[in-house]
């Protein structure tokens, strides 16, 4: 024991081992589940390094969503800058559904709002902002007008709840309906949304 050397971790690499850590733990377990011990045991670290960064369960669990929501966003911006507008919203769409569908990131949307951590003043979705960030990339690249831009919120609600919906949903709704669901299905709704999404900036 006494000829064991400690590992030193840059602290950038050290939380970010901690964050993947926890989010396999969330996917398999789910956020409540999903320990400090568990968490340490994962990453190959002690409890108490864990609590050194992030303080609590609850911290950690934010954390990783907050990491999640922060990466999803930047490729759905960097997919509207490559395409310099969001007329082509098939892929957008799939996106945000694919993410959602993620077993941690599904797991995780529902315990922030089932544990009321969304209703908190001080969730990151609210200082953040992150939803905002894509509507004004959005907006700037079809120079929406004020109408437009009310359009493209609205637009980036239904979308975002259509999806967390349909991804909580579809291993039941399908089979509600007599059919299997599949990757083709899901393919066909995010289709679907598109189309009902680019009729409605159409119109305005």
């Known amino acids: 024991m006494g000829d ?7 602290p950038e690499a050290a939380r970010q081992l901690i964050l993947d850590a926890a989010a396999a733990v969330i996917a398999e377990l789910g ?12 990453a190959g670290i002690s409890h108490g390094l864990i609590t050194h960064y992030f303080g609590t369960q609850r911290a950690l669990v934010e954390h990783v969503f907050e990491q999640r929501m922060t990466a999803l966003r930047h490729t759905v911006i960097e997919q509207m800058l490559e395409r310099g507008g969001i007329e082509d919203l098939r892929a957008l769409v799939a996106t945000v559904i694919n993410e959602i569908q993620a077993p941690e990131s599904g797991r995780l949307i529902a315990w922030a709002f089932l544990s009321g951590a969304a209703a908190r003043s001080d969730f990151f ?26 359009t493209i919120e609205r637009l980036m609600i239904l979308i975002w709840c259509a999806a967390v919906a349909y991804a909580g949903a579809s291993d039941v709704l399908w089979p509600a309906l007599g ?26």
């Open 4 to 10: 064991q050397k400690r590992i030193r971790r840059d």
């Open 179 to 204: 059919r299997e669901a599949s990757a083709e299905r899901d393919d066909a709704f995010a289709e679907m949304l598109q189309r009902m999404v680019e009729r409605e900036l159409e119109s305005t």
């Open 125 to 150: 979705a609210r200082e953040n902002r992150g939803m905002e960030q894509i509507a004004d990339v959005a907006s700037t690249l079809v120079k929406a007008g004020e109408a437009q831009r009310d």
């Open 31 to 42: 956020p409540d589940r999903a320990t400090l011990t568990a968490v340490a045991r994962r």
